[in-house]
C-alpha cells in the first residue's frame, strides 16, 4: 500500500498561485506532502508552512519532503488544525503571506489505513480520527449519540435523504462492531431506489467523519481567519469534495467581495480533467474556488469611482 497521497489539481493550484521564489506560503492540510512539495520546488529564499492534525501525515511529509534542496530552510511542518492559521502566523512572525492552498479531501493514508476507521472497504474499528489526540470517536456517535440527533447529524453533515430510516436500524442493532458491520446495517436501513452510483453506507460515513473532525466548524474559521494573514495580491485556494463545503467557500469568497477587500478568480468552479480523474479516480468530485486579496490603492482607487 503506498500512503502517498496524489496532490489534486497539482498544476491548477500552481497556476492559480503563481509562486514567486521568495514568497511565503502555507499549505493549511498539508497531509503527505503533495502540494507542499509542488510549492517547495519553487521556492528560492521563501518559505512554506505546512499545517496538518494527523501527526501519522506530518511525519511521512517531513520524510518525503527533504528531497527539496534546502529543506530546512524552505519548510516549516506545524502539527496544528488549519482553524488555526492565524495564530500559527503570529507564532511563527510569519510576513504577510502571499498565498495560502487548503485541500479538504481525506487523504489516502487516512482511506487506505484499515485501523483508522475511515473506510467501509476494510474492516477496521469505528475510530475516524484524523488527530488521535480527539477523545470522539464515531464508535461513541454511532453506538451511544440518541436516535435524533444521529439522524440530524446524518442528514446535516451529508444530506443524507434516508438519515431517520438508518439511524433507526443503527439503534435496533446496538452494539455496532466495527466499519463493515456499519455498511451492513447502513444499506439494510436505506430505501431501494434502484441502481446507485455510490455505495449507500458513503452519506452516512462522511456524516461521521465530518462529526467526529468537526470538519464544517474548522473550516468556517479558517475562511474566517485565513483573509487576515495574505499580502495584497495574496491567493487564497479551497479544495472542496462535497456540496456542503464548497457552499461554505462559495459563500464565504461571496461575502468577502462584497466586502470589497478580495476578488473572486473563478467564476466557475475548477474541475480535475478527465484524464486525471483517469489516473486518480478520488479527484473527481474536487471543486477549486480562488479569491485574492486587493491591493489598498485598487480599493481606494474603487471608492473614487463609485
Same mark, same amino acid.
Given at each position: ?70 529543506? *530546512? ?224 490603492? *485598487? ?8
Amino acid at each position: 500500500m503506498s500512503v502517498l497521497h496524489t496532490p489534486v489539481l497539482a498544476v491548477e493550484v500552481m497556476e492559480w498561485l503563481r509562486i514567486r521564489p521568495e514568497g511565503n506560503y502555507v499549505d493549511a492540510t498539508v497531509g503527505t506532502g503533495g502540494h507542499t512539495l509542488e510549492i517547495a520546488r519553487r521556492l528560492t529564499t521563501g518559505r512554506v508552512v505546512g499545517l496538518d492534525r494527523d501527526p501519522q501525515a506530518l511525519a511521512i511529509a517531513r520524510e518525503r519532503l527533504k528531497e527539496v534542496e534546502g529543506f *530546512e530552510e524552505k519548510v516549516v511542518l506545524v502539527h496544528r488544525e488549519f482553524s488555526k492559521i492565524g495564530d500559527v502566523a503570529k507564532e511563527l512572525a510569519l510576513p504577510p503571506l502571499d498565498g495560502v492552498i487548503a485541500d479538504l479531501g481525506i487523504s489516502s493514508l487516512e482511506l487506505d489505513s484499515p485501523e483508522r476507521g475511515f473506510s467501509f472497504r476494510f474492516a477496521g474499528p469505528l475510530d475516524m480520527r484524523m488527530n488521535p489526540d480527539n477523545p470522539l470517536t464515531a464508535g461513541e456517535i454511532v453506538n451511544e449519540w440518541p436516535e435524533k440527533q444521529l439522524a440530524d447529524t446524518l442528514y446535516q453533515n451529508a444530506e443524507e435523504r434516508d438519515s431517520r430510516r438508518i439511524a433507526r436500524a443503527i439503534v435496533r442493532a446496538r452494539p455496532i462492531r466495527g466499519t463493515q458491520h456499519l455498511a451492513t446495517i447502513v444499506a439494510g436501513g436505506r430505501k431501494a431506489r434502484g441502481r446507485q452510483k455510490l455505495h449507500p453506507a458513503t452519506k452516512t460515513f462522511l456524516a461521521l467523519r465530518t462529526a467526529v473532525n468537526r470538519e464544517e466548524e474548522e473550516l468556517g474559521q479558517f475562511l474566517s481567519r485565513t483573509p487576515a494573514t495574505l499580502n495584497s495580491g495574496g491567493r487564497m485556494i479551497v479544495l472542496s469534495y462535497h456540496s456542503i463545503e464548497d457552499r461554505l467557500v462559495k459563500h464565504a469568497f461571496q461575502r468577502l467581495a462584497r466586502e470589497g477587500s478580495f476578488r473572486v478568480l473563478t467564476k466557475k468552479v475548477v474541475q480535475p480533467s478527465a484524464e486525471e480523474v483517469r489516473d486518480n479516480p478520488r479527484a473527481r468530485s474536487a471543486k477549486m474556488r480562488v479569491a485574492e486579496r486587493i491591493a489598498p490603492e *485598487e480599493i481606494q482607487a474603487a471608492g473614487s469611482w463609485s
